[in-house]
């Protein structure tokens, strides 16, 4: 398998779906319709994209991707900026990457003071084992973490499903620094060692292209198009 290659930046989807397919399986049912359903690792991340290429950079990187094809895996994940675990500052606000960069150039200060950072720092705890469905999670500096939320760890994304010890604040409000268990889908797909970075902020797997004939460029006026792009995870 290729390296796996960052998603060009220029292509940002205008509408995406990402979900992990087939996390269950079953034996079947009785004559009486009873069925016995467990979760499995065989969970696989599968996205749809819609990308609009109005610029002659967005056009150019989508061929690309086009052109290389099933074969090439990419590093791309969902946009969570409107649901990561982001620092809030003194008046309520989050402090996205982008807020970051921004009051950064203006002032290198606000990067540095953790009322007004945007740096997040969650860390394994203790060390994960391939095919965990729960660890625990070290929180140096970021928000307060909810069911629901996607993060990535080693290339892998994963979606946090439960919080079995609860969290140290409310939502909306600064994460004290501390562990918190948590519990995801889908398994892990290697072993971890304590102190590996995990990220919320910007979350990104390993995907290819579904099919080697997914996405058609269509441009109007021989300027612009939309393109509708499948992915599955790659391995």
């Given amino acids: 398998m290729a390296d796996a290659l960052p998603w060009p930046s220029v292509l940002v989807p205008s509408s995406e ?18 069925e016995q359903i467990v979760a499995s690792p065989s969970a696989r991340w599968k996205a749809t994209l819609t990308i609009p290429c109005l610029t002659r950079d967005a056009n150019l990187a989508m061929r690309r991707v086009i052109a290389l094809g099933r074969s090439q895996t990419w590093n791309v994940g969902p946009i969570e900026t409107n649901r990561a675990p982001w620092n809030i500052d003194f008046v309520g606000g989050k402090v996205t990457y982008r807020r970051g960069a921004k009051d950064n ?33 070290r929180r140096n500096q970021g928000g307060v973490l909810e069911p629901g ?7 892998r994304l994963h979606v946090v499903t439960g919080l079995p010890g609860g969290e140290m604040a409310a ?7 501390g562990t918190i268990p948590v519990e995801f889908r889908p398994w892990l797909r290697s072993d971890y060692g304590a102190n590996t970075g995990i ?17 058609s460029l269509d441009l109007q006026l021989s300027k612009s198009g939309i393109v509708t792009l499948d992915l599955v995870e790659a391995f």
């Fill in 17 to 34: 779906n990402w979900a992990p397919r087939g996390g269950s399986r079953s034996g079947g049912q009785t004559f009486e319709g009873n």
């Fill in 199 to 215: 990220e919320f902020g910007a979350p990104v797997g390993t995907m290819r292209l579904a099919a080697d004939d997914a996405g």
């Fill in 171 to 177: 939502p909306g409000q600064p994460g004290p620094k």
């Fill in 105 to 137: 150039g203006v002032n290198p200060a606000f990067q540095s003071d953790p009322t007004t950072s945007s740096v997040l720092d969650f860390k394994l705890a203790a060390d994960a084992a391939m095919n965990a469905t729960s660890m625990t999670i």
């Fill in 149 to 155: 939320m996607v993060f990535s760890l080693g290339n």
